[in-house]
């Protein structure tokens, strides 16, 4: 016989609680925990434990040296910057959660990639937010042909199972997975436990028939994807799509991907027909620049295999309070405050009573240590009033005690450089050594910081 029981769940962490609380002792998230209704059976737990023991027996121990290595099978979604971001196109039978602000175009992006992949496999679109006229409304504003797309309207799990054994689609997309509710789960749809089982029931359908999944996730305002941490643990690749829904272009990252590098980034440009993709990413990044603006560097850093032209903007001005403020926009904040500590320290300038803003434009953020250097002169020209000349790059890491330190892949970094008409860049001289000479565009080696600020504003 069946047995009610009430419990309180974390809509964040989904830790449970015999009692309501303000704040979940496990997590420590404010106004998350949330009355949850079970129904415990033991048949059902006996069913579990015998499907779990028949599949255990099916399968059998194998050494690792036994276990044939076969080649991961991709399919090209034909969007070049998609695939960039998957580590190469989709894999059969993976799971990928698409996760991002409302509005920022994750059902655009997928629509588009559906289109696309119909045009040559089966695809299944399920739409548990828009009906089915609302979503070729949708496709109709798109310049992909949609016509063999398959789409329906549906929000409950054994539906959607039933229509994917009927029809078999070779991929399926769940838009989005805070809206498909698993009928023997007795919270609303959006919950912990409705997330988490759906989420383990459209993996477990991905393995078993080898069918790619798409799942569309929302955000908190904290920009984590709503529901338990668990969610991203199950999935075998989470994407973000960030964005400015004041802006059009939109970037999509990997934050884990069990198939590919989770350091590539494809940017697009949201337009009245769709999404489209940026082939320049680095003369759109620095189209807007000024000429002779002080506390303004450009660094060549590299996105996975990708480099890119990035502007570094600093401004340093005198504080007026007891502490002075330090802000950061794109870089890790600890890392402004060690460069300047670099600064003050080798170079005697003074930052004790100033205030210190760095952004990089363009939305990017910026995690390698190669930016080190193009951050040290973009706060040396704003605290001097000098600016720096237009066509200089900078590369390189910056230590403690000042030195420049080589970085990887510097080729590269120098061939978009000289791709989008800089004339000069300064790199790390011990990076010299592993670069051929470059007719249009002049190498600087430094061996120190003090070295390339007297490069940076030589003759002004």
Sequence with gaps: ?????????????????????????????????????????????????????????????????????????????????????????????????????????????????????????????????????????????????????????????????????????????????????HPEVESAPGSVSQVRECTHALMTIAKTEGIATFIVGHVTKEGQIAGPRMLEHMVDTVLYFEGDTHHSYRILRAVKNRFGSTHEMGIFEMKQSGLTEVINPSQMFLEERGEHVEGSTVVATMEGTRPLLVEVQALISPTTFHNPRRMATGIDYNRLNLLMAVLEKKQGLLMQQQDAYLKVAGGVKLDEPAVDLSIIIAIASSFKSKATKPHDCYVGEVGLTGEVRRVARIEQRIQEALKLGFKRIIIPKHNMNEIERFGEIEVLPVQNISEALKIAFESQ
């Design 1 to 181: 016989m069946a047995k009610k029981k009430t419990i309180y769940e974390c809509m964040a962490c989904g830790a449970t609680s015999p009692k309501w609380m303000g704040r979940c002792s496990h997590c420590g998230a404010w106004n998350q925990i949330e009355e949850v209704t079970q129904f415990q059976e033991a048949t059902k737990a006996k069913a579990k434990v015998s499907q779990y023991r028949n599949q255990s027996d099916s399968s059998e121990v194998l050494k690792l040296s036994e276990v044939t290595k076969e080649d991961v099978s991709r399919k090209s979604s034909r969007i070049k910057e998609f695939d960039r971001v998957l580590g190469g196109g989709i894999v059969d039978g993976s799971l990928v959660l698409i996760g991002g602000d409302p509005g920022i175009g994750k059902s655009t992006l997928l629509l588009q990639a559906s289109a696309k992949l119909s045009q040559q496999y089966k695809v299944l679109y399920i739409s548990g937010e828009e009906s089915v006229r609302q979503t070729k409304l949708r496709a109709d504003r798109l310049t992909e042909d949609a016509s063999e797309l398959y789409v329906h309207s549906e929000t409950n799990l054994d539906v959607i199972h039933d229509m994917v054994k009927k029809h078999k689609p070779d991929f399926l997309i769940v838009d989005s997975i805070q809206t498909v509710h």
